[in-house]
């Protein structure tokens, strides 16, 4: 499977954002998708998942509350709705797939909130 994160962009703080990762292959369904992000010169920390059905999914703490991750099986997307952002929030954000223990990368799109 290939990935490409679609819709970052300059947001003002409070602002929302949403990103979409859209994938190109088969059997998209069955991947666990979930989305990263990285600012230079720090380790890439999970930001959100789903799994296959879209029933299961895992926020990390910093966004809990404030971003949604859903998807559409049949657009072979998952989108990452972003509310309240803040400028903590400002990195590049990768889309990863994951089935039967192997992972894809997809390119990041860069997400920059001002104060």
């Known amino acids: 499977v290939q990935l490409q994160a679609f819709g970052g962009g300059l947001v003002q703080a409070g602002g929302s954002l949403t990103l979409s990762c859209v994938a190109s292959?088969?059997?998209?369904?069955?991947?666990?998708i979930g989305w990263f992000r990285q600012v230079p010169g720090k380790e890439r920390q999970f930001v959100a998942s789903?799994?296959?059905?879209?029933?299961?999914?895992y926020y990390a703490d910093s966004v809990r509350g404030r971003f949604t991750i859903s998807r559409d099986n049949a657009k072979n997307m998952v989108s990452l709705q972003m509310n309240s952002l803040s400028p903590e929030d400002t990195a590049v954000y990768y889309c990863r797939a994951v089935r039967f223990g192997i992972v894809y990368w997809g390119k990041g799109t860069l997400v920059t909130v001002s104060s």
């Open positions: 292959g088969r059997d998209f369904s069955t991947y666990a």
């Open positions: 789903i799994g296959w059905n879209g029933v299961s999914t």
